[in-house]
């Protein structure tokens, strides 16, 4: 059945000629069939790049409206409708407004992992792969970052003259990821390295001989010499990084980390709404013109 329908969607795509962007945390059989498979800034860059109209982005929601304000004049098709981002759901503009009141001199930093409204009231948007240098460009002093306090305190680290000041979010998938399941996944595996995401808390990070992206965690895993390696961040990287290295051994502390909304994408959804094209992106375009400046920086 699963096959069958991969099948029907590769055809309908070549009818409609449509792209499949999917995340690395999405499930093994999207990742299958999808044309490109990255990390948030890769997957962004080539949402705005491709000379395809139609684009299928199997992900979250904020991932999806990027997509829109890089190329307006694209239809972009999210086929889980109800795949949002909690992390990004604790950013508010309400709130956000009331924080830039409080510091009207930072300089405002927004995660990518964030609404397209609070994008348009921020001055430059990042990913993970991209906050570092991006920072490096910013001359002042105070900086609000939001909506992720993990990302945030990892950044801050490396920039001891500036005055951050964090939102108070988090992923709550990454959040899971526990010192103690670690260091119990170290016992059984002593010698392995320890790659983590940036949305993971300092605890874990302390514990850590690689920070990066999705992408980067691969990137490192491939080129690496060691064979087993402890994961910590969504399980869904395992398809590419098993892909990519499949006599090494990839470990999850606690066994399992998934994020409920990436997974909220199937094949049955994304058949349906390429088929009937469902589920459009839509954006108010005056607040999406704003967060394409921030998005552009
Ligand atoms: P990256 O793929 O940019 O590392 O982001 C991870 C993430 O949490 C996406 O929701
Ligand atoms: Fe949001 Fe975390 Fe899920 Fe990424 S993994 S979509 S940050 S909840």
Redesign the pocket.
């Known amino acids: 059945m699963g096959k069958n329908l991969s099948e029907k969607i590769l055809k309908l795509k070549k009818e409609k000629n449509a792209i499949i962007l999917a995340?690395?945390?999405q499930t093994p059989e999207i990742q299958e069939i999808a044309d490109y498979v990255g990390?948030?800034?890769y997957l962004s860059k080539i949402a705005r790049d491709c000379k395809e109209d139609l684009i299928i982005f199997c992900g979250?929601k904020f991932m999806g409206e990027s997509a829109k304000i890089l190329s307006p004049q694209k239809t972009i098709i999210l086929p889980a409708t109800n795949a949002g981002?909690p992390m990004a759901d604790m950013a508010c503009v309400e709130d956000l407004e009331e924080m830039i009141k409080l510091y009207p001199d930072a300089f405002k930093v927004c995660y990518i992992?964030s609404s397209y409204e609070v994008k348009a009231l921020c001055d430059v948007s990042v990913?993970?792969?991209s906050a570092l240098d991006i920072l490096k460009n910013v001359e002042n002093k105070q900086i609000l970052f939001l909506p992720d306090r993990n990302l945030g305190s990892y950044i801050a680290e490396f920039f001891p003259e500036k005055e951050f000041i964090f939102w108070q979010g988090f992923?709550p998938t990454h959040e899971r990821i526990s010192v103690e399941d670690i260091l119990t996944a170290k016992e059984k595996h002593p010698q392995v390295k320890v790659l983590a995401?940036p949305?993971c808390n300092k605890e874990v990070r302390d514990l850590c001989d690689y920070i990066g992206?999705?992408?980067g965690i691969i990137d490192f895993a491939t080129k690496c010499e060691d064979e087993e390696f402890i994961i910590c961040t969504e399980e869904g990287i395992l398809y590419e990084l098993k892909k990519k290295n499949p006599d090494k051994n990839f470990y999850i502390p606690g066994g399992s980390i998934s994020c409920v909304d990436m997974k909220k994408t199937t094949l049955n959804n994304l058949y349906d709404t390429l088929l009937n094209m469902k589920n459009e992106v839509i954006l108010d375009e005056s607040v999406s013109k704003n967060a394409l400046k921030c998005l552009e920086n």
Do not use: A, I, R
């Open positions: 995340h690395l945390y990390d948030s800034y979250v981002c992992n990913t993970s792969s992923c995401h949305e992206s999705t992408s």
